[in-house]
């Protein structure tokens, strides 16, 4: 038994001026809670209680120990407090919101990864929804945050981006376009391309395709989603846009060639989100961890848009 433990439990006896109640709040034995303030009185060679069968009483001694014993006993307090808070930041359940067919990005995949290992007992728990479902859960208070694509309303949501990218186009290898090093998008017209719906997200899909449909190229639309894409381009010989390439296993196969699009068309940004005012701490915890993961893949930050609204999809992805 340590002096400040001894010294806490003499501001509790002297709280509670009474040995059995002091006993019954710090949940020991009365005998051994006596032989420890006696131990406190040895070790200081004076008393600190006047002990009579019916009263307890704090002698000068005491009353001049006492202001510090009590802060001490305060400090403690909040020590145990914070303790308690960090087991269950720890130990409690983390839910993030994402997208089915995000499963390809880098810093997603190193981020659940590496949050796993650091906090083994935190319970991550992945939500696979829409981009209109994450977000009414988001606002919900349903999930604690989610991996959304950009743009979007950001008003309310604190965000990070943690995947930037230029999109890449597969050709068919017998197309004049898969002998270019880069495509600019005055070389696109009448180049037919595999799209989604685009109602699901008609302000993604406008970023991606109005390059290339404002240049003459044609979309036809896949009805069955973005599983369904690299099968369509195969089987009609469509050219198709990729948005996760190299890290996404959907490409149309090795009759197509994988050509680098200009700077003249837009990147596609990843952001993880969460509310503004949210404070806790595993949660703190997890998105910390992102920027320092996003800060080792090189990704820098966009200024934040504003009066940008969610819909769902775009091109290959559907989102």
Not at 74 to 102: F, I, N, W, Y
Not at 211 to 227: C, L, N, Q, R, W
Not at 237 to 250: C, D, H, K, M
Request: aromatic share 8%; glycine share 4%.
């Amino acid at each position: 038994m340590s002096d400040l433990e001894r010294l806490v439990r003499f501001a509790i006896v002297a709280e509670e001026l009474s040995f059995s109640k002091a006993a019954r709040r710090l949940r020991v034995d009365q005998p051994w809670l006596s032989r420890q303030i006696q131990q406190l009185e040895n070790q200081l060679g004076l008393q600190l209680f006047v002990r009579t069968t019916r009263s307890v009483k704090l002698t000068p001694e005491g009353k001049r120990l006492l202001p510090q014993a009590h802060e001490l006993a305060e400090v403690v307090d909040r020590c145990k407090q914070t303790m308690r808070m960090l087991r269950h930041d720890h130990e409690a359940e983390l839910l993030v919101g994402v997208q089915p067919s995000s499963f390809w990005i880098p810093v997603k995949n190193s981020l659940f990864e590496s949050f796993s290992k650091r906090y083994p007992r935190a319970n991550l728990i992945i939500s696979n929804h829409y981009t209109p479902r994450l977000i009414s859960k988001l606002r919900s208070h349903l999930i604690d945050a989610a991996i959304l694509p950009e743009p979007f309303d950001c008003a309310e949501f604190e965000y990070l981006t943690i995947h930037e990218s230029r999109p890449v186009l597969f050709v068919p290898s017998e197309h004049p376009l898969a002998s270019m090093d880069s495509i600019t998008p005055d070389q696109v017209a009448g180049l037919k391309i595999a799209v989604t719906d685009p109602k699901l997200n008609p302000k993604i899909h406008s970023t991606i395709y109005a390059p290339f449909t404002d240049a003459g190229a044609e979309t036809h639309v896949v009805s069955e989603g973005s599983v369904a894409l690299p099968f369509y381009a195969r089987t009609e010989r469509l050219a198709l846009v990729s948005i996760g390439y190299p890290y996404s296993e959907a490409l149309p196969g090795p009759d197509f060639s994988v050509v680098p699009l200009s700077d003249a068309f837009s990147p596609v940004r990843y952001a993880l989100c969460r509310h503004r005012e949210t404070e806790r701490g595993l949660l703190d915890h997890f998105w910390n961890l992102a920027r320092q993961i996003t800060i080792e893949h090189g990704i820098g930050q966009p200024a934040p848009q504003e009066g940008l609204e969610y819909d769902d999809a775009a091109g290959q992805v559907q989102l």
